[in-house]
């Protein structure tokens, strides 16, 4: 039996409603030549950072925000306002109340 010239393929299908997706498929789209080499490293480096898994959980990604808004506050970015609470509704989280109306106050 003569040997295949068969190379083993896989095929990726993206969700272009998906912006992660989305940008993948631009990073890809720009680096015809080297495709298959930022693929293995992606996937190396995800399997082999024990932190890669939760970059972008919804506790990292709180932290993250959190981090920010601190920053812009210590630069004078950002002021926090307190927000009203309407008669009978129980107390706002402070930290989350303050973040959101100086969102709010377009500050």
Excluded: W
Excluded at 45 to 51: A, E, G, L, N, Q
């Amino acid at each position: 039996m003569a040997a295949s010239n068969h190379r083993p393929r896989i095929s990726l299908q993206f969700n272009e409603f998906d912006f992660r997706h989305r940008k993948v498929l631009e990073i890809l789209r720009a680096r015809p030549r080297n495709m298959t080499d930022l693929v293995v490293n992606a996937i190396l480096h995800f399997v082999s950072c024990p932190d890669a898994e939760q970059e972008y959980d919804k506790e990292s990604i709180k932290k993250l925000i959190r981090e920010v808004i601190l920053e812009m506050s210590a630069e004078g970015s950002i002021s926090f306002a307190s927000a009203p609470t309407a008669p009978g509704e129980p107390p706002a989280n402070p930290d989350l109340s303050d973040m959101m109306a100086a969102f709010r106050s377009g500050q």
